[in-house]
């Protein structure tokens, strides 16, 4: 019945509501989200495919504030974004474990127990059981459909996959202990990619796992630079994207001398996904590329608003152990080799205070889940 509603009569209802509200009503059916989702685009409330960046508000804080406009709500506890799929948020609490959470339309989706203990506090010598040792959680889809399935690095970043529903974690290689930097569901198999620069593709079927090489590293290591991997989907490619960071030592106030990395270059290698093998990328032509540990996506530029350069990667920092660590964001364009960072002052890093939490990025009221 109220799928029948005429469209000009519910965009004439839409324009009286504020955001949170707007999201609501496109919850209603399927005919309501499609006249929403038009909507939001034509009035330029938000861009459909551009993330946001979510940054602390609270310095040398480890729990986050959830305030949910929709039920005048707010609930802070120890937690962390620990991933996110499109206006989906997988949260890690001590309390409760790991579950994904709608902060809009305040759905929350538990998950299976954690196949370990996590303590009451994260200085516990037990450091890798820790919350903020829960790395990364990846979802296949969004965890309204019946095919989900997730994958989590945690600790020293072991992997583990389950499937929506399941009772526990299956922990993949429990005894090899090879240590995982990012993974991404791509063509209905897990890839991941170790710290050695090895993406491994995993098979979920009748209960087995199968595993295969797919990419035997070059020589990418660089003296005087350490690297973060991330692997990307970008328009039916599959990319491994290599962070070079230098690191520098630095003084601030009466502080100790500490250490810091600035991001100095990106390489982008395309992974031949049904043979061993790779092809290294010097441009993005007219895709723009998001680089976080939470959210990794690629758009095309035309997609998004004109101030967005294309063949560039706008990157974040990952969350860092400690607070107080310095963070590092920018952008970076394939086009010249040159970066930005978003600073704030020379010692500060970027566009947070020195000691918050560091940002992510993050699709929120994405209708296209």
């Avoid at 200085?123 to 095919?147: A, N, Q």
């Avoid at 569901?185 to 090489?213: P, T």
């Avoid at 970066?339 to 296209?368: C, E, Q, S």
Wanted: net charge positive; hydrophobic share 45%.
């Amino acid at each position: 019945m109220w799928a029948g509603i005429p469209r000009e009569i519910l965009e004439m209802i839409l324009v009286l509501l504020n955001l949170a509200e707007v999201a609501s009503v496109a919850s209603v059916c399927v005919q309501w989200r499609l006249i929403v989702t038009s909507f939001v685009s034509d009035l330029g409330l938000t861009v459909r495919h551009r993330p946001w960046l979510v940054l602390s508000d609270r310095p040398y804080d480890q729990a986050i504030t959830l305030m949910n406009p929709l039920h005048r709500s707010t609930s802070s506890w120890a937690r962390r974004f620990c991933g996110a799929f499109g206006d989906w948020l997988a949260i890690s609490d001590r309390f409760d474990g790991v579950y994904l959470f709608h902060p809009i339309l305040h759905h929350h989706v538990q998950l299976p127990t954690l196949p370990f203990n996590i303590p009451n506090t994260f200085f516990e010598p037990s450091i890798y059981r820790s919350p903020l040792l829960i790395r990364k959680v990846i979802l296949s889809s969004p965890p309204t459909s019946t095919e989900c399935m997730v994958a989590m690095i945690f600790g020293d970043k072991e992997l583990a996959f389950c499937r929506l529903g399941d009772a526990s974690w299956l922990v993949l290689e429990p005894k090899r202990k090879r240590r995982y930097d990012d993974a991404v569901f791509y063509n209905g198999r897990l890839f991941a990619v170790d710290i050695g620069f090895h993406v491994w593709a995993f098979g979920f079927r009748s209960g087995q796992v199968e595993k295969r090489l797919l990419f035997v590293p070059g020589l990418f290591w660089s003296r005087g630079l350490s690297s973060m991997r991330f692997l990307v989907e970008s328009m039916g490619q599959l990319l491994m994207v290599v962070r070079r960071r230098r690191k520098v030592s630095m003084r601030r106030g009466m502080l100790r001398r500490y250490v810091r990395y600035n991001t100095s270059s990106f390489q982008v290698f395309q992974i031949g996904v049904n043979r061993m093998g790779c092809r290294q990328l010097f441009s993005l032509g007219n895709r723009v590329m998001f680089l976080g540990r939470a959210l990794s996506t690629v758009v095309a530029s035309d997609e998004i608003e004109e101030d967005f350069g294309s063949d560039c990667i706008y990157f974040a920092e990952c969350e860092n152990l400690y607070p107080l660590d310095p963070k590092d964001t920018g952008v970076f364009c394939m086009a010249n080799r040159r970066g930005v960072r978003f600073n704030t002052d020379n010692d500060a890093g970027a566009v947070w205070r020195w000691g918050d939490r560091a940002p992510l990025f993050f699709a929120m009221f994405n209708m296209d889940d």
